[in-house]
């Protein structure tokens, strides 16, 4: 398994390498994660699915994982455990403690059947003990069959296996039909026989009847229960995904809109985890629908950030800012940012990052208060006339290095600062860059040019508001300190500036 990925899916059933298949066709990297335990394992053929009816559930799936593979998707076999959020993406942590990053989920862990806790039923769930008429049910044809009320669609199962068989005895067990029930199935001459269920009789390996609470026993061929079905998805409880209960009262399940979104960014939904009532070809489907929605997710994110790098790169590459150092005098006795000073002057000193330092003026006066400071530029001869002006400093490494592609040390900095940064990339993915590298705890400020002063950076599309900034933190993760406009006076005039603190929760 890989450090990261596109589009990590949870779940290895037919839903799961469906989505991983749409998504490595259109050159995605993907993984599925499989813990190995598919609800339909017991059956012994998948119905109802065109070009493969009968086939075994191990045999389609292994077929699957073949053709995902085929297009440079990965199957990996592990458990997941729980899933953060990390900043514009997500951190999977599986059992074993594997760990491995997502710009976006699809899950498709499906569900687990409930059964009610008469003796018997569980050894023969798959068998001879049955919930669904398209799945068993021409298995079972013409077969006395009985039909235990266990759940709020028994009676409805009733009246479908009743299409399929002329003897089908209704137990009434725990849930009496209503008066309109009781109507439905005498008219369909399906016998009801009052009494709680409270065995099973079995002989040689097969169900022989339903044994009552006062000793009868019913001869039956074939049973019928409701499993109470509650979707997989526990591991996304720290994202603030829960099960809630099903429209149709059959059980738990993960909402979501028609195209398999959530509530939660970035992570869709495909399979019996939010469809109770998908059979294998329903759920395979609807996970390609999702995938096809990922996609475009993706391509419409990697498309925005190629286009503001496409809009800056002409204006501040490095050819550009030696230029503009070259050909004015130099501000290195300027006075330090004051909102780095408002906001930073009571911090206990530690590591601090300057990201865009120029002529080092913020780095200069954070080493002067004793903290160690990295301070990054793309331009040498910025660089050059900080280290000048900074000789009786030795608590400054100077770098020169393009923020577009450099990557400092994750959550290696106590402080993170940025003042008016020009990047060759999006404000979105430099704000990414910048927080992964605060360690827990420590402080992230970042001041830009207020789009209300549009004189004041070369290029529009570097103008940014603290709303904008914020809009790409984790609130999970982040906490906001500041958010705001605030002002500042150069020359006699006043300009506006965007001012954003936060720290990172421990």
Known sequence: MNDSYDVVVIGGGAAGLNGALMLARSRHSVVVIDAGAPRNAPATGVHGLLAREGIRPSQLLGRGRAEV?????????????TVIRQDAGFVVTLTDGRTTLARRLLVTAGLTDELPDIPGVSARWGRDVLHCPYCHGWEVRDKAIGVIATGPMSVHQALLFRQLSDDVTFFAHALPPTGEQAEQLAARGITVVDGEVTSLEIADDRLTGVRLRDGTVVSRDALVVAPHMVARAGFLADLGLKPVEHPSSMGEHIPADAAGRTDVPGVWVAGNVTDLAAQVGAAAAASAYAAAQ??????????????????????????????????????????????????????????????????????????????QVT????????????????????????????????????????????????????????????????????????????????????????????????????????????????????????????????????
């Open 69 to 81: 593979r085929g297009y440079g998707g990965q199957v990996a076999t592990g458990e997941v455990y």
């Open 294 to 371: 990922i996609n475009a997710d993706l391509v419409t994110e990697d498309t925005s950030q190629a286009v503001a790098a496409y809009r800056t790169a002409d204006h501040f590459d490095k050819a550009y800012w030696e230029d503009r150092y070259r050909d004015h005098t130099g501000t290195c006795g300027r006075e330090p940012n004051p909102h780095l000073v408002a906001e930073t002057a009571d911090l206990a000193p530690g590591t601090a990052l300057d990201a865009g330092c120029g002529e080092g003026a913020e780095a200069r006066w954070l080493a002067e208060r004793g903290w």
């Open 375 to 506: 301070a990054v530029d793309i331009s040498a001869t910025a660089l050059r006339r900080a280290r000048e002006h900074a000789d009786s400093l030795g608590e400054v490494d100077w770098v020169e290095a393009d923020l577009s592609s450099w990557t400092p040390q994750e959550g290696h900095f106590d402080l993170v600062v940025s003042h008016y940064v020009h990047a060759t990339t999006s404000s979105a993915a430099l704000v990414h860059t910048l927080a992964a590298a605060v360690a827990p705890g420590g402080i992230l400020l970042i001041v830009g040019h207020h789009p209300s002063d549009p004189n004041t950076a070369a290029h529009g599309d570097v103008h940014v508001t603290a709303e904008e900034i914020v809009a790409g933190l984790d609130p999970v993760r982040w906490e906001v300190l500041v958010a705001e406009t605030r002002t500042r006076s150069v020359a006699s005039t006043t300009l506006h500036d965007s001012v954003l603190k936060a720290r990172k929760r421990p």
